[in-house]
């Protein structure tokens, strides 16, 4: 078989893929190309957490994990079990941890149902940018996205409650 068929048959097996037709769906994936979407999808290990699993627990040491949910929701949670943030398809959790290697995990995740999960190591990351260099600045690029996603969502619900605890009187 030539190098061709076989690009051609992986290409193909990865298109089937359930979790990579979830992961072609989701927002942060919209604007990239095929190929683009084929090769981050497969620097990702596929992972699935029973509803009630603990995933990580606030104030552990990191995992060095970044996990993208593709199916299902997850709850963070500060200490003391009070759930600030309900996660879903879409939604990234690990992330600061990730990509700050010193840094304990700053909340509780846990699966409130079934939860299907693409995750990248830090060490799998520093290997694809040192021998793929043009994957590894793709592979920034999407977490950049999903950093900024997150970061236009703070600042929205910031201006919603500064605008309910201000009545407008701002």
Do not use: W
Request: proline share 1%.
């Amino acid at each position: 078989m030539s190098t061709l068929q076989l690009n051609h048959a992986f290409e193909a097996s990865i298109i089937s893929n359930s979790q990579y037709r979830r992961f072609h769906d989701l927002s942060v994936c919209s604007k990239m190309s095929e190929e683009d979407r084929i090769d981050l999808f497969a620097c990702f290990d596929s992972c699935s957490f029973s509803a009630g699993t603990t995933i990580y627990e606030a104030d552990s040491p990191s995992s060095q994990l970044m996990y993208l949910i593709t199916k299902g929701k997850a709850s963070a949670s500060l200490s003391g079990n009070k759930v600030y943030s309900q996660l879903k398809e879409g939604d990234t959790f690990g992330l600061f941890s990730f990509l700050d290697q010193g840094r304990s995990h700053a909340s509780t995740v846990t699966a409130i149902t079934d939860l299907e999960v693409l995750r990248i190591g830090r060490e799998q990351f520093d290997v694809i940018t040192l021998e793929e260099p043009e994957l590894g600045n793709r592979m920034l690029h999407f977490m950049f996205h999903l950093l900024s996603d997150k970061a236009l969502r703070f600042e929205h619900e910031y201006a919603t409650m500064h605008e309910y605890v201000t009545a407008g009187r701002y």
